[in-house]
């Protein structure tokens, strides 16, 4: 069932959030050995899903919804799936928590997600891997995997809180077959969203169906004075798509995952070209790595075993203390990203990296602004690949895990919005297409998208 459908029902009396609320955290609960959910959240869910039932106004009355452990929600264990802020429980909600409630939403838990949100795959969480909902011996993909898992297989309405900074939405949906949206930069707050590169972080739905995103992103954006880098402006109302330009450089895939990707393309009826993009795709991937690493590695910092989460008797110099306590917590994906991001900051390389990695950002924001001139919408697979199993993954090196956002970087660096529908299965696995607008032009991806679901 629908979102829309379902809250009509609790507005009518006919079905119960607080009965639908208990069945969802029984599923959790059976669906443990996936290892979707860091917490569930079960007595501030059945307090909201009360409240739903007695006074079922909101646009999302009654409505289960799960958060990237990223997301505070106030008194309710946040790690970002770290050790190191095991324990953490914060004395607010983020923003988005704040309008997701004021609609009558039931906030059921925290869904497991790559520390940080450093991976692609989901297999870098210190809490247990999850696994893909449609083969257990292959990974959800990441970092927003347990929001994507749980998505595909719940039985239940439900919308996932997503975020992504290099394609930590699009990624997950694609390998588990369902759809997300990742907006603009800027159009939802980040307040009360723990960064992983505040210059790149998005947070957005992920749902069985387009209607669902529809819905919940309109709760969600919006201005927000807690959050500087949030827009002071609407969708556009514009939801025509005309031309869609389909990215040359990211045919060079499976030709399986390309047949797919055509195919759904076709089904549009839309009239496409094939356009080269030569900078967003060569250039992106590296721009984006310096860039993301740059500023993880500084947002990184506050994490000393003081203020938040792990703590311990301070008996050594604070330098020691310091060092002891993220030595012991964070694990190897967060080490490389601290030493990189600031090996590419530092005084003597800065040039050479961090700053040609702006320079190049720019040129890649140029190219796709000459681009949405002519086009109203781009095309292109989500992923180059389907689902690996988890003893693939296991053979790759550090640099083939971040060569895996190749298509999905270029969106996230410039900041515009894509949608990731499901365009089949291949292997029995789905496959992913995903559609890029310009800012602000979500309204054209939410036509398309529903135009073309099936799942
Ligand atoms: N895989 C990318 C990274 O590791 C993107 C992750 C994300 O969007 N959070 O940086």
Redesign the pocket.
């Given at each position: 069932m629908k979102a829309v459908e379902y809250v009509e029902k609790i507005k009518s009396g006919e079905l119960s959030a607080v009965e639908t609320t208990k069945a969802v955290i029984k599923e959790i609960k059976k669906l443990n050995d996936y290892n979707y959910f860091n917490t569930i959240s079960e007595s501030l869910a059945l307090e909201l899903a009360e409240r739903a039932d007695k006074n079922p106004k909101g646009r999302l009355a009654g409505l289960p919804v799960s958060l990237k452990d990223d997301l505070c929600i106030k008194g309710v264990e946040t790690t970002c799936s770290s050790n190191i802020l095991k324990g953490y429980k914060p004395t607010f909600n983020a923003s988005v928590v704040e309008k997701l409630i004021n609609e009558g939403a039931v906030i059921i838990g925290k869904t497991n997600?790559?520390t940080?949100?450093?991976?692609?795959f989901n297999v870098?969480t210190d809490y247990k891997i999850p696994k893909n909902p449609l083969d257990t011996t292959r990974v959800t993909g990441?970092?927003?995997g347990g929001a994507a898992g749980f998505t595909a297989l719940t039985k239940f309405p439900h919308v996932a809180i997503g975020?992504?900074?290099?394609?930590?939405?699009a990624?997950p949906c694609s390998f588990c077959g369902v759809t997300g949206m990742t907006p603009t930069y800027g159009l939802v707050s980040r307040y009360g969203l723990i960064d992983?590169?505040n210059s790149?972080?998005k947070i957005g739905p992920i749902a069985k169906n387009v209607e669902d995103l529809e819905l919940v992103l309109d709760v969600i954006k919006g201005n927000d004075k807690k959050d500087s880098t949030s827009l002071n402006e609407d969708l556009k109302n514009d939801n025509k798509v005309k031309k869609i330009g389909l990215i040359k450089e990211t045919l060079n895939v499976d030709p399986k995952i390309k047949d797919l990707v055509l195919k759904k393309l076709n089904e549009t009826g839309i009239k496409y070209d094939i356009v080269s993009l030569p900078t967003i795709t060569k250039s992106s991937l590296s721009s984006?790595?310096i860039i993301?690493?740059a500023e993880?590695s500084t947002n990184l910092a506050k994490y000393c075993g003081m203020r938040y989460g792990q703590e311990e008797k301070v008996n050594l110099p604070f330098n020691e203390y310091f060092s002891n306590i993220r030595t012991k917590n964070f694990n190897k994906e967060i080490k490389r990203r601290i030493i990189l991001g600031t090996f590419t900051r530092m005084a003597g390389y800065r040039d050479a990296f961090y700053l040609k990695a702006m320079k190049v950002r720019t040129l890649v924001i140029e190219e796709y602004k000459k681009t949405f001139k002519k086009y109203d919408l781009l095309v292109s697979p989500t992923m180059p690949i389907i689902a690996p199993k988890f003893s693939e993954v296991n053979k790759l090196k550090p640099k083939d895990?971040?060569m895996?956002?190749i298509m999905?970087?270029g969106p996230?660096l410039a900041g515009i919005p894509h949608i990731s529908l499901n365009a089949g299965t291949y292997n029995k696995m789905p496959v992913g297409i995903m559609f890029m607008g310009d800012y602000l032009n979500e309204k054209k991806l939410f036509n398309i998208g529903n135009g073309l679901q099936d799942n």
């Open positions: 997600q790559d940080f949100g450093f991976g692609s870098n990441g970092s927003s975020e992504s900074t290099g394609g930590s939405i990624a992983y590169a790149l972080d984006y790595y993301a690493m993880a895990h971040y895996m956002d999905t970087v996230n």
